[in-house]
């Protein structure tokens, strides 16, 4: 069966361009936020200092950092992506759908993941203004995510939509 007859099986529900406006506006708020946290919170000097926190030493934080935020800033740029693809939600496309869950439960998962040194060394060099990128992004993540979950669920398919029934035969 191809996409185009499957596509025409589906009717909106009162919710799914609501959802996909949903999608769009969290995502363009977690991409912003992700790019903010990648590179200009998260930087060599607060790599060495959130390692520092957690019992390096200063000369092996010193040495370990920038690997570290390498690594950091590969896996942020995906999400960076993985959060630009849910700006395509008002496709009503099954596959941004799933990537979009897919970004939003593993990014939400930083709510627990993320190190509490992080957010010591980040607040002692920022300030409180200087948490909110993740705080948006993780927590804004777990929201969304659920939302989705919930919308999955209720409508049983991607996006809300309602399912029509087969045809008599």
């Known amino acids: 069966m191809s996409g185009r007859i499957r596509a025409a099986k589906r009717a909106p529900s009162r919710w799914t361009r609501p959802l996909q406006h949903l999608t769009v506006a969290c995502s363009l708020g977690f991409v912003v936020g992700t790019t903010v946290q990648t590179f ?91 948490l909110l990128p993740s705080l948006v992004t993780d927590g804004g993540a777990v929201v969304l995510a659920l939302v989705l979950v919930v919308a999955l669920v209720r409508y049983r398919g991607p996006w809300a939509y309602l399912r029509s029934p087969a045809p008599a035969h």
């Not at 520092?52 to 934080?61: H, I």
């Open 40 to 130: 200009v919170i998260i930087d060599v000097r607060i790599m060495a200092e959130m390692m520092r926190l957690a019992g390096s030493t200063a000369a092996q934080a010193e040495a370990d950092a920038p690997g570290f935020v390498t690594g950091f800033r590969l896996v942020g740029c995906l999400y960076i992506l993985g959060n630009a693809v849910g700006l395509l939600a008002r496709t009503g496309r099954a596959w941004v759908f799933w990537c979009a869950l897919v970004v939003n439960v593993t990014q939400a998962a930083g709510v627990v993941v993320i190190p509490p040194e992080v957010f010591e060394a980040t607040r002692a060099r920022f300030g409180t203004p200087g």
